[in-house]
C-alpha cells in the first residue's frame, strides 16, 4: 500500500476540497509514473479524472490494463447539482477529457443500468469496442451474518420513540437526495404512532431538520452519524428503511445505503426514478416498495401496511435478506470482479 500526502483540509468549502484533490493528483501522478509496469490499475472516479494518472503509467508501460470504476459523473453530477453551468464551456471541457479517457481504456464497471447507459451513450468510442459491466456495490456477507440479532439502540429510548413505527434514513443527506415527498408524508401521519428518524449528515442534514421544525413535525427526528459497530442497531429498531434520488440525478448517482438495509432485512422504501439500482432491486426481489417523486399518498400506505404489520408487509424483510445474500453481499460481488480482471486481454 503506497499512501500520498494530502494537506486534508476537508470539505468545509470548495478550495479546500480543491487543494486536497491538486495534491492527491500530484502525488498519484508521481507515485505511478515511478512504480515498475503494472498487470492492473482500477481507478476510482473520485477526486474527479484521477484515471489519467493510472493513463500516464500505461503510456510508460503499454501492456497494463486501465480499468475505470465510475461511481460519480463528471461534469453530469455537476450541472444537475447546479454547481455547473449545463452545456457551458467548463462542462465541455470535461466531456472532452472523457471522451479522450475512454478511448484508452481496456474497461469500465458502473454500478447500475442507468449509469452505464448514460456514460457509454456519450463517451462510448467509435474506433473500438469498449467492454463495461454492471456490478453494484456490496456489503460483507460476516459483517452481516444471518441470524444475528444486535442490542436495542439506545437512541430510540432516548429519542422516545421505542414503541413506534419507525421510518429509517440512514447515511448521507445530500444534494441528490429528495426528502420533499417523506416529510409531507409525516405531515400526513403526526397523529399515528409512527416516527421518521434521519441519522446521518451531509449538506441537507440542517435543512431537513428545519424544515421539519418549521412544520411542527414533532415526529420526525434527525441525528448525526453513529459509529460503525452501532449500525446493525439502528437498522434492527426500523418498521423500514427510506431511500431517495432526485429525478434529475438518474445515472449520475446510484444510493449505496440499500446494500445494508437489505443484509439486515428490513423491508425498502424507495423514492425516486424508475431505472436506478433501488429501484431495480425492490421490483426483482419484491423488498419493499418504489415510489416516484410527489407520490405522498404512496409513501402514507405503505407505512400504514407496516403499522399494522400486513401479511403482505411481513414478506419484505426475509425478501430483502435473500437479495442481500442472492446479489448484494461480497461473496456474490467479487467474483464479478475477480472475471473482469481476468477477462483482460
Given amino acids: 500500500m503506497h499512501r500520498v500526502w494530502t494537506p486534508q483540509l476537508g470539505k468545509g468549502t470548495v478550495l479546500r476540497r480543491c487543494a486536497d484533490y491538486g495534491a492527491f493528483y500530484l502525488g498519484a501522478l508521481a507515485r505511478l509514473a515511478r512504480l515498475p509496469e503494472q498487470d492492473v490499475i482500477v481507478s476510482l472516479t473520485t477526486p474527479p479524472y484521477i484515471a489519467w494518472a493510472a493513463i500516464v503509467h500505461k503510456r510508460l508501460h503499454p501492456r497494463a490494463r486501465v480499468v475505470l470504476w465510475n461511481m460519480d459523473c463528471y461534469p453530469e453530477a455537476a450541472e444537475r447539482l447546479g454547481k ?25 464497471i458502473s454500478l447500475d443500468g442507468a449509469m452505464d447507459t448514460l456514460l457509454m451513450s456519450q463517451y462510448a468510442p467509435t474506433a473500438r469496442r469498449l467492454p463495461s459491466s454492471v456490478i453494484p456495490n456490496w456489503e460483507p456477507l460476516e459483517f452481516y451474518a444471518a441470524g444475528s440479532r444486535p442490542p436495542p439502540w ?130 426483482r426481489y419484491e423488498c419493499g416498495v418504489s415510489l416516484r417523486v410527489g407520490d405522498v399518498a404512496g409513501v402514507v400506505h405503505f407505512v400504514r401496511e407496516g403499522l399494522a404489520n400486513t401479511s403482505r408487509f411481513q414478506t419484505y424483510g426475509p425478501r430483502a435478506r435473500a437479495a442481500f445474500e442472492a446479489a448484494y453481499c461480497d461473496a456474490r460481488v467479487l467474483p464479478r470482479f475477480d472475471a473482469v480482471l481476468d477477462g483482460l486481454e
Fill in 84 to 108: 455547473l453551468t449545463p452545456g457551458g464551456p467548463v462542462a465541455g471541457a470535461m466531456r472532452s477529457l472523457n471522451r479522450s479517457l475512454f478511448r484508452q481504456l481496456d474497461h469500465r
Fill in 154 to 283: 439506545s437512541g430510540l429510548e432516548r429519542h422516545g420513540i421505542s414503541d413506534r413505527f419507525v421510518v429509517l434514513y440512514l447515511g448521507n443527506m445530500g444534494q441528490g437526495h429528495e426528502f420533499a415527498t417523506v416529510l409531507d408524508a409525516a405531515d400526513a401521519l403526526r397523529r399515528e404512532p409512527v416516527s421518521f428518524l434521519f441519522v446521518g449528515g451531509g449538506g441537507r442534514q440542517r435543512e431537513v431538520k428545519s424544515d421539519a421544525e418549521r412544520r411542527g413535525l414533532t415526529n420526525v427526528v434527525v441525528t448525526d452519524y453513529v459509529p460503525r459497530d452501532e449500525l446493525k442497531s439502528v437498522l434492527a429498531g426500523a418498521g423500514c428503511t427510506l431511500i431517495s434520488l432526485r429525478d434529475d440525478c438518474l445515472g449520475v448517482m446510484s444510493p449505496s445505503k440499500l446494500h445494508a438495509n437489505l443484509a439486515m432485512g428490513v423491508p425498502v422504501l424507495f423514492i425516486g426514478p424508475r431505472g436506478c439500482n433501488v429501484d431495480e432491486a425492490v421490483e
